[in-house]
């Protein structure tokens, strides 16, 4: 399917009744037309009789439309072409079957420019066909078709019958589109008066100007030719600021608001034939560092290059737009050729893989594409892209090349926006008691001695009960509530420390730490005055990072892990061997533990490659220097394997599923009790 013009395409239901009112229009027209021509006779005295001055003026309404104007964002609307006016004229002066050529000629050539379909013009020609009928009507009822003088009746009867041929134009449209559209008729008919009226109202009221000279002579018409092309000037003129109001101005891409306005019409086309249509969002990695070590110059010399190589080959339909800063959007539909919305993507990310030359410097650029497709991932513009921007983000997140949206990656969807307003609402009381921490313990290996405690999070909701704590974290964490929970659990975890502290345990305390937190400085300086308030030994308090948190923006979250290890605080890579670049964290980070992710030790005893990495992964913590602690340990098997490997410490149902804090105790009373 190669259309680019959907309004030269039927609609998907009830094409019947669409194409049966348009023929209707078209027996309507020819007979209006013989009736009228049969009651009203050719012009007086015969066709050679019409003088100069009519071929003048039909060639002028023809000339008009070689460069038709565009208007309101439409080719050709049902009025703001030139030609009416000399065609108004020319009904008035020399009879309608002059002014229904003249008419019927425009139409043709202005079809003809802008690729109409066959039946599209011959339906335009039949709709103004019967709107000239109708205004001959009132023209020749008014007037009993008297030879043009200007009287002031004539001048009444041009403004009746122009006004009448207009609404019944409109009429004969708006029904037509709304058989198309399912829109009704009424709300389109309203939206062009609104938009047109003025125009409209302009024209009939040059024509009885142009009809008096016409009557002069030629050049009269010339001369008024003028102001008329004038008023077109305007016009043109206006509609393309309108344009520039679309387009980004450094790379001469559309914009937001011109990429909306495409994707609008796209997505009415697809949901009219049933096919799909594909948003794709580009963000460029690391574009700031390119403005800031080679200039923005370079900066925005780079992304006009790039848009040239979007456009090289660009197939007709796609459309592109730059959305300000380092962001490019793109369209497509399977009406325009689509086929694969993964393949666009594909595509796009292709056009980066060459670096691109500027001068002297050769820049390598990367990026990440965020795909949703209509009708699955959204229905309307707002969600399409805003499910496109999540996409992107995820696909950044996960630093793969694309993601297409999925529902999982929305940390916005109304459950989770409802779950985050109400632990805001917990967390707004110092004392609630929905926010809580359970205490897992952690054991060393040897002699089974416990060493200290990992804090997790438990929230009670008051309707849900019990909330897995992955899913508060994970829609907490694109939000500002992820600062106050983390402090919540570092206040809770800390005066709990404390109290054993003063109770004889010497224990250490393990909390999770989220992108986030890593992200702000703050956080640093709220960890310091809170080890400060709470008497305890820096030393004492693991801080747990997991790798994805790491992925994020790598440089910044490394700085604020160098000063939390300075203030003494352990820092822990958390399910490690889970992400991508275990490696490099461990050689950049001040890391003093590695906890093994359970996924690898649960069933360590019968799977010989987690087998492998496990007991890799301990020689590696020794070859490091770093404790290793293994998360999961769920039977004795396994942990009599891991003592053998000479890993330090477990964490797991082995020993004890996290628990209150006064469980906790009583588990640990009862462990010294036999002992
Ligand atoms: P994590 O830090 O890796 O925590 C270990 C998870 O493993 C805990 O799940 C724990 O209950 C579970 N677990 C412990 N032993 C075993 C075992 O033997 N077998 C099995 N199958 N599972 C075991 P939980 O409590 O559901 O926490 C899930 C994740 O949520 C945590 O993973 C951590 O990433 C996050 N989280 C929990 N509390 C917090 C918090 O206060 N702040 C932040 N940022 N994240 C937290
Ligand atoms: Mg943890
Ligand atoms: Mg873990």
Known sequence: MATTLMRNTAPREHPGRYYAFMALVAVCAIGGAVAVTAYGGAPDGGWFSVPFAFWFTAGLALVAELRPTRWGGLWMSPIASIYFVYVLATLVTWGFLPALIVQSGAIFLLSAQIKSAAWRTVFNISQQGVALCVGWLVWHALTQGSAWTGSLTQLLAVLAAGTVW???SWSLVATRQGLRTDTPWSDLFAQWGRS?????VTQIAIAPILATAAMSSWWLVAASAIPIFSVYRILQAAADREQEANHDPLTGLLNRKGFQQVVDGKITDAGETGTAVAVLILDLDRF?????ALGHEIGDKLLVELSQRFLADKPPGKAIARLGGDEFAFVWSELDGMTDPLECAREIRARLDAPIVLGDASVEIDGSVGIAVFPDDGSDFQTLFRHADIAMYESKQRTSSFARYAPEFDHHSPERLLLLGDVRRALDHPDAPGVNLYYQPQVRLVDGEVIGAEALLRYNHPERGMVNPAEIIETAEHSSVMRMLTERVVDIALRQLRAWNDSGYDLRMAVNVSVRDLQSLEFTD?????????GVNASKLQLEITESALMADPRRVVVNVQRLSDLGVGISLDDFGTGFSSMQHLRRLPV???????????NLVDDPDNAAIVSTTIDLGRALDVEVVAEGVEDENTCKQLEGWGCHAGQGWLFAKPMASDAFERWMADRRGPR
Request: hydrophobic share 40%; proline share 0%.
């Open 526 to 534: 709220f960890l310091t005055e809170r080890i400060e308030a709470y």
């Open 166 to 168: 207009t609404l019944t």
């Open 196 to 200: 047109e009226w003025a125009l409209r």
């Open 592 to 602: 003093t533990e590695i906890k093994i992710d359970k996924s690898f030790v649960t």
């Open 288 to 292: 700031a560092d390119v403005n800031s």
